[in-house]
């Protein structure tokens, strides 16, 4: 029997808000251990939340970029369970009343077609504390670091829409891209201001039933969340043709074995509403004020790209992926280079170079300046386009702008066509067979020819005159 595949994502994602969720202790997990506390995040008894707007506002552009039905009124929940990571014994989230319903993302399935992924809901929810644990020493201890605790999050719950491993990745992606764009959140799996749990379930495909599902947790990657559901489908597979039932449980990904693991359960208590923090009520009027304040998203930035600068759907999409390339992609064209030369070098060039030495991405006017400077020196035939990768690498290392670092170290390229017919003769004389390989036939010689003379002048020369040139001599 074939089975297909019922996925469902929940997305934990840290708001960048300047304070915690119910105090004005720094939202800064990273800091030293236990520096950012006070009586409220420590849970201490007596001590009473204060719901910050900030952590608000964040969380509704996050809903609103989801394009998610923000709820005129929503509730805090007290969901209670007991761990060392919460003292108080229950995390204050939104279990009732969520702060938002329905919502989508629309991703491109494997064929290449548009597919819209849905939201069930989005709720707020504090973080809870971090458990530090001292393997080495005498005595192994587990510490606790309440500088989480407290930390403003939303929890993205997803109907299960997905199909394959590659429906929960493109989702996430795009998830991402949208939710940075908002600059309501960082969402890195990998520092781990974005965490997912997946939800797996099989199914005879053509069937409609929802069966037991397994619920998948540590996934440190966008990579990872792909490998754990693809195992996981592979293992559910085999149970149920030996006829083993699914038992509903919580799996590990663990990233060196390749495999889930089941973990011990935890005890998951009841969801009962809180009385401390008020109800939180949001007007039409305000959510406009909110929805005003977006940014253009990417889905609509890669439709103008395309109308505007004429790029390709691929390299529109490739433009639009984080806000600030987009805005430095606009800066350099505003500087009257072409579009699609300058999205070119984004991709090709400039971002490769940026990762490979670890230059910091900066979005700065300056640098865009000399960016564009690079690509209009190569499209005036100034400097040829092997040239222009060296200017542009030369770009990181110096403060000079692109037309000195040309001149400086020798860039400029050479159009002079007594110069290059000069490098042509010499270059004609020294390859004698390849001259005659040309003369009978081989036309693929040429290259070889504009390659050797290419090096005869330091890779200066403009290879489109070089080859006019051998032509004209080799009839
Ligand atoms: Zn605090």
Known sequence: MAYEAVIGIEIHVQLNAATKMFCDCPNRPGDDPNTNICPICLWLPGAVPRFGLETLEKAIQACLALDCEVQPRSAFDQKVYYYPDLPKGFQLSQHHMPLARGGWIEIMDEKGEPKKLRVHHVHMEEDVAKLVHETEGRTPVSLVDFNRAGTPLIEIVTEPDMRSPHDAMEFLKVLRTQLRYTGCAECSLEQGTMRCDANISLRPEGSSRLNTKVEVKNMNSIQHVGNAIAYEIKRQTESLMKNDPIVLHTR??????????????????????????????????????????????????????????????????????????SEYFEAVVGLGTSP?????????????????????????????????????????NEINSGSAKSVLAKLFETDQPPEEIVDRFGFRQVSDVQALALIVDQVISDNASAVENYKNGNKKSIGFLVGQAMNVSKGKANPKFLQEILREKLT
């Open 252 to 325: 590990l990904w663990d990233p060196e074995k390749h495999m889930t693991t089941a973990m011990r359960a935890k005890f998951a208590g009841p969801c009962i509403p809180d009385p401390t923090v008020s109800h939180i009520l949001i007007t039409d009027d305000w959510l406009r004020q909110m929805a005003a304040k977006l940014p253009e998203m990417p889905n609509q930035k890669v439709k103008r790209f395309v109308q505007q600068y004429d790029l390709m759907h691929d390299e529109a999409v490739q433009m639009s992926s984080e806000r600030e390339v």
């Open 340 to 380: 699609r030369t300058a999205a070119n070098w984004i991709v090709a060039q400039l971002l490769p170079a940026i990762k490979e030495h670890g230059y910091a991405f900066s979005t700065s006017p300056v640098t865009a300046r000399r960016l564009a400077g690079v690509i209009t020196l190569l499209e005036k």
